[in-house]
């Protein structure tokens, strides 16, 4: 079972340089969702989405784009890095019929560095 | 909106120590769902417990117990005898009514186990 695959799992970029993210899972899962962890910050969420074709803004947006165009799929693209996006990338997925009672899987991350 | 307060940031004790980590939450919804993570060197993210706020019954696993008390708003976890394999950063974490169901993350709290 391979869960939550993220790719890549890490890259560096220069500033102004774009690329995508991709998470992919094989859970059937509706939920989705990419977060940033930053140094004694924790884990901020970025996007989400709650089905194939949505998707919503979370804390930290700006800087961002994201895609669903497959239920199982959700790219986070960042049109012109900054360092300011230098950080580890975390996908979950969870399944919609039990809202919040159920544990998020985790993709094992992404660092990128922005120089 | 919800807030997760971690507010020991680092802990460092010595093994077979007893070790309580701090977790004190904010929402305004009446169900919520309180987590606990593990983020161990290697960086993946370990599911460890998720509690409802309407069981405010505490549980033990093993090593492992955990203290909801919503009269105080908080959740702590305790590692009884620790080891230096539970060396890690260990994160709190809230999902209310908002954003999806995403988690709202605490900043962590880093547990270092000494020999």
Redesign the interface.
């Known amino acids: 079972n391979a869960g939550v695959t993220q790719t890549p799992k890490f890259r560096v970029l220069k500033t102004g340089q774009s690329m995508t993210l991709l998470c992919a899972q094989d859970m059937n899962h509706e939920y989705m969702y990419w977060y940033r962890q930053d140094p004694g910050m924790g884990l901020r969420l970025i996007h989400y989405s709650v089905g194939e074709g949505t998707t919503a803004k979370g804390e930290v947006p700006d800087g961002y784009n994201v895609s669903r165009l497959k239920k199982q799929n959700f790219l986070l693209g960042l049109e012109s890095a900054a360092p300011s996006q230098t950080s580890v990338y975390f996908c979950a997925s969870s399944y919609s019929d039990r809202g919040g009672d159920q544990p998020q899987h985790f993709g094992d991350g992404t660092r990128l560095s922005i120089l | 909106a919800q807030k997760?307060t971690q507010a020991q940031?680092e802990i460092s004790v010595v093994e077979k120590e007893d070790v309580t980590l701090d977790c004190v939450y904010e929402t305004r919804d009446t169900?919520?769902?309180l987590?606990w993570y593990k983020q161990p060197p290697s960086?993946?993210?370990v599911?460890l417990i998720?509690r409802?706020s309407f069981d405010e019954q505490n549980e033990i696993s093993g090593r492992y117990s955990w203290n909801f008390q919503k009269s105080t708003s908080s959740f702590n976890f305790t590692i009884t005898a620790s080891q230096v394999v539970d060396s890690a950063v260990y994160?709190c974490a809230l999902?209310?009514?908002d954003?999806?169901?995403?988690?709202?993350?605490?900043?962590?709290t880093s547990l270092l186990v000494t020999p």
């Open positions: 997760v940031t169900t919520y769902y987590f960086g993946e993210l599911f998720r409802n994160f999902i209310g009514s954003s999806g169901y995403a988690l709202n993350f605490g900043k962590g």
